[in-house]
């Protein structure tokens, strides 16, 4: 065969939309299942990279490495966003965003220096392997917080965020202050026009 049936450019174009495309689903697919279970077929997606780039260094291989490395990002990338927002308090919304951004595109900078350094030392068979460690990582916190949902006894327990739960307090508290407050000034009247009938009542000479 003259020239190879899949293509580099369509290898990169492939792995582009693996991991933009499945965006329009992955919302739903977090609402359905949550966000503990999106991220661990993230993972899955992950480890099935690293054995097929183990397998083999040719253009299929590549190829399909190539999808499932997309689909792994966006399931863990999107699920693990959507998690965050249910981890803080609004107040603390700022920092926690800017530090979540600051670790993620540092990690962006850093990792390609690293694989590049590992491979040129140790060989492409190396790069996967340890990339096999953040994978085990990300599994083992999975496990970690899958386990505590379980030991609440409600593993699929959809989280609020915090800013959601306290607008509903703040809303639920609202009309009662105004009920109590609208309440003590009806008493107050109906008791003042009741001294006044009272007083009219009791005023000497006044005909009935």
């Known amino acids: ?9 369509d290898v990169i174009s492939a792995h582009a939309v693996a991991m ?4 329009f689903f ?12 999106v991220m661990a077929l993230g993972a899955v997606a992950y480890s099935g990279t690293i054995a097929i780039g183990l397998h083999g260094v040719t253009l299929p ?5 190539l999808i499932l490395l997309g689909l792994g990002w ?31 595109f540092t990690s962006v900078a850093l990792c390609p220096l690293i694989a590049g350094t590992i491979e040129h030392l140790a060989g492409w068979s190396w790069v996967l392997i340890w990339a096999g460690v953040p994978v085990a990582m990300i599994a083992a916190a999975l496990l970690w917080g899958g386990g505590e949902d379980r030991d609440r ?6 989280r609020r965020p915090h800013a959601e739960i306290a607008a509903d307090h703040v809303g639920r508290r609202l009309p009662l202050a105004r009920r109590s407050r609208g309440g003590a000034g009806d008493r107050r009247r109906a008791r003042s026009q009741g001294e006044v009938g009272a007083g009219h009542r009791l005023r000497p000479g006044r005909p009935r």
């Open 1 to 9: 065969m003259s020239e190879p049936a899949f293509r580099h450019r």
């Open 20 to 23: 933009f495309f499945p965006s």
């Open 26 to 37: 992955t919302g739903h697919l977090i609402r359905w299942a949550g966000e503990l279970k």
């Open 61 to 65: 291989h590549f190829w399909v490495a």
């Open 74 to 104: 966006n399931g863990l990338y999107v699920a693990g966003t959507s998690l965050l927002t249910k981890c803080y308090r609004p107040s603390e919304a700022p920092k926690v965003q800017a530090l979540n951004d600051c670790l993620i």
């Open 153 to 158: 006894g409600s593993p699929r327990r959809i």
